[in-house]
């Protein structure tokens, strides 16, 4: 149920219904270009088959664009209801302050676009939309930069943009200052807009290529957040994943480092056209361990992008992880990872070389150098910290790569590692990503198979590649 607000709280309110009452339900010329832009990066953000709820919806202006499963919108203003009713036939609306919410339902996306700044109590509003929100529910805030204040009010001046009642300017650090106190975990933060008309095709050149390299100047500025949730009761069960390549001497040390985890763990080996002894190693240590729950297949195709997706597809696991057969990620550091998603402090871990000291022979250093140029990269891309792209260990959830699965022909089938394929899907997703710091080790046992020029010209390549699915769209 709704909580009480402060009598200003509800003054204030009041204000904002009376204004809008009286305001035309037809957006200015200027308005509609604005929204058409907004609606192109919501529509990347949210899944098709997505329910979701727009919180000052207005007239429908911006929800009518939107491309979802089930769409609900609510307001304060019933003149403005009743216009979003004309707008949109397929959507639900009710009259509603966000700071009362009460629609006994929750949504998969929840939508706040340039009205935070008229909420009474913005910390309250968050917290209300709790009530809405299931734990993997994603909350979409989109608010003007007060770099454009002078602009924006020169505009207003011209008849350029609709006039408001008194409302905040929040920066950035305040919404996620307010998030954290609500609740909310941001995921991320992007600056989108620099141009907001289209004027002839030269809209679409400056915010597609000019505004991700110039963030901090653009118009809007976009924040995904998270609910931040305890851990549930149930332990979740484990799915280690290996692919495994000229490894034979690695194979019995990988089971026996591998500790027990969650309500039960499963290795997966997946063995790769080896030159070696590897498939007969793995069935041998197999055989002499049937107190593991251990399966063993051989892939395919090509790639440890390929022996992930089919180990994936065999486990049963709640968690999968990926566990190189190298075993310079110690096995051993596994329940970290694990800790991570269980607690729901975040539904990505990704493994970091780069933190502690490592052995000497464990990466050459122009290795070393490609890594960490390839995350500072990757932060950028993102919109999240990812130190280090390349350790092989990745961890999340069964839903969640099936969804990434699913979400697979966006990016393409492009990733012959795996690595790139899961980061790319999770940020797709809107996924929180952790950086999980592990002591990187020497390999003990064969060489590497990787080729630092054609590999690292591959790499590059898909870097390229994502950046105008992600970035420059």
Not at 19 to 35: H, I, K, N, T
Not at 66 to 84: C, F, M, N, W, Y
Not at 107 to 133: G, M, Y
Not at 187 to 205: D, E, K, M, N, S
Request: proline share 5%; hydrophobic share 45%.
């Amino acid at each position: 149920m709704p909580t009480e607000i402060s009598a200003l709280a509800r003054e204030h309110l009041e204000r904002v219904r009376v204004f809008y009452d009286a305001a035309p339900v037809e957006p200015l010329w200027g308005a509609r270009c604005y929204r058409a832009l907004l609606a192109h990066y919501y529509n990347l953000l949210i899944p098709p088959d997505a329910s979701v709820l727009e919180v000052g919806c207005g007239s429908g202006d911006l929800l009518v664009r939107i491309r979802a499963g089930r769409k609900t919108g609510v307001d304060l203003s019933a003149p403005q209801i009743e216009a979003a009713r004309q707008r949109v036939p397929d959507a639900e609306f009710f009259v509603q302050a966000g700071e009362l919410i009460d629609l006994g339902r929750q949504f998969d996306v929840i939508v706040i676009s340039d009205t935070l700044n008229l909420a009474a109590d913005v910390q309250h509003l968050l917290e209300q939309l709790h009530q809405v929100a299931r734990p993997d529910t994603r909350l979409i805030l989109n608010f003007q930069n007060s770099l454009w204040r002078p602009l924006l009010t020169l505009a207003r001046a011209l008849g350029l943009k609709a006039t408001q009642p008194q409302n905040s300017w929040l920066a950035s650090s305040d919404v996620l200052n307010l998030l954290g106190l609500a609740g909310w975990s941001p995921v991320w933060r992007h600056g989108r807009i620099l141009f907001p008309f289209q004027a002839l095709g030269l809209g679409t050149l400056v915010n597609r290529w000019l505004a991700p390299l110039l963030q901090w100047f653009c118009l809007t500025i976009f924040i995904v957040a998270r609910p931040v949730r305890a851990a549930t009761g149930r332990a979740p069960s484990v799915s280690v994943v290996i692919p495994a390549r000229n490894e034979a001497g690695n194979i019995a040390a990988a089971v026996a480092r591998t500790p027990a985890m969650g309500a039960g763990t499963e290795i997966i080996f997946v063995e790769g056209h080896s030159h070696d002894d590897t498939w007969e190693q793995i069935q041998r240590v197999a055989a002499e361990n049937p107190d593991r729950k251990i399966r063993i297949l051989q892939q395919t195709g090509r790639g440890k992008g390929d022996a992930v997706r089919a180990g994936f597809a065999a486990a049963t696991g709640d968690i999968l992880m990926i566990l190189d057969a190298d075993l310079t990620m110690p096995p051993e550091d596994l329940p970290k990872f694990y800790d991570v998603l269980a607690s729901g402090r975040a539904e990505f871990a990704n493994g970091v070389r780069l933190v502690y000291p490592m052995e000497e022979e464990a990466m050459q250093f122009l290795n070393l150098c490609a890594n960490k140029t390839f995350g500072l990269i990757f932060t950028w891309l993102l919109g999240q910290p990812v130190k280090d792209t390349l350790c092989g260990t990745k961890v999340l959830s069964r839903a969640h790569y099936d969804r990434i699965a699913a979400n697979r022909a966006y990016f393409g089938d492009f990733d012959p590692f795996g690595d790139f394929d899961l980061l790319f899907g999770a940020a797709k997703l809107n996924l929180k990503i952790a950086d999980v710091p592990i002591r990187y080790r020497e390999r003990t046992y064969g060489t590497t198979n990787i080729q630092r020029w054609k590999h690292g010209w591959l790499l590059l390549r898909m870097v390229m590649f994502a950046a105008r699915k992600l970035k420059f769209v």
